[in-house]
């Protein structure tokens, strides 16, 4: 399995799936159609999904099975909230061989940024100023995610004062920025979407569904455009 690090190190836009659901076949669908990473939650209420995510227990089969089943980076997201984070899940998280957490620098216990076996991609939201993002690019964390639409804006087009957002991340960011699609980004935005300087894009249930048919044609299609850009 490759270092999840690593990947930004390539001219190529990153490619990360974020599943629906904790389910084999979607993890399968992710990687066939040429998802560079694939994330998955535990202990989540998952609002563009509308899952909710059980314990690392109650997923541990498939948890295990994807860490051993692929040969990309395995991402985690252990909670949505800061006690929902818990030291004993991280440790057995990076025994199994997860390579890199993701979640919401608000969710983040401290404790967390001195685990040094996981990467972490932290994100922010739309309430972060840019005084407040500089602070925590200070802190020892691998990745940026620009989770900063608002809910009511989630599934409608990206427009250009979206692209203007991101590119202010971008050049805040000594960090690689990675975008989710909260909008509903199609194939064709990529263009402009690199331009802002962003290096990666996660995938999610607004643009690809929750089925393996849908999510491995949306992964598909967006793997073929990051391909032929140059």
């Not at 560079?36 to 535990?42: L, N, Q, R």
């Not at 099975?65 to 990076?94: C, F, N, Q, W, Y």
């Not at 076996?117 to 690019?137: Q, T």
Request: charged fraction near 20%; hydrophobic fraction near 45%.
């Amino acid at each position: 399995m490759s270092d999840f690090r690593q990947l930004f190190q390539s001219s190529k836009m990153v490619l990360i799936a974020s599943l629906p659901a904790n389910r084999w076949e979607l993890v399968q669908a992710a990687v066939e159609g040429g998802a560079d990473a694939v994330k998955m939650h535990i202990n989540v209420a998952h609002r563009a999904s509308g899952t909710q995510f059980g314990t690392l227990d109650e997923n541990m089969d498939v948890l295990t099975r994807t860490v051993h089943g692929t040969s990309v980076p395995v991402g985690i997201v252990p909670g949505d909230a800061v006690e929902k984070v818990r030291k004993e899940d991280i440790v057995r998280l990076a025994q199994i061989g997860v390579g890199f957490v993701s979640l919401y620098a608000h969710h983040t216990p401290a404790w967390l940024l001195e685990e040094r076996r996981l990467a972490k991609m932290i994100a922010v939201d739309g309430s972060y100023s840019n005084d407040r993002v500089s602070d925590l690019l200070h802190l020892d964390f691998d990745v940026l995610e620009a989770s900063c639409v608002h809910p009511d804006q989630y599934g409608k087009p990206l427009n250009t004062s979206d692209l203007a957002a991101y590119a202010g991340l971008s050049r805040l960011s000594s960090k690689p920025v990675v975008v989710p699609t909260q909008k509903r980004i199609l194939p064709e935005d990529l263009g402009a979407l690199k331009k802002t300087g962003v290096k990666g894009l996660m995938i999610g249930a607004v643009v690809a569904g929750t089925s393996p048919d849908t999510f491995h044609e949306a992964i598909l299609q967006f793997r073929k455009t990051i391909d032929a850009m140059v």
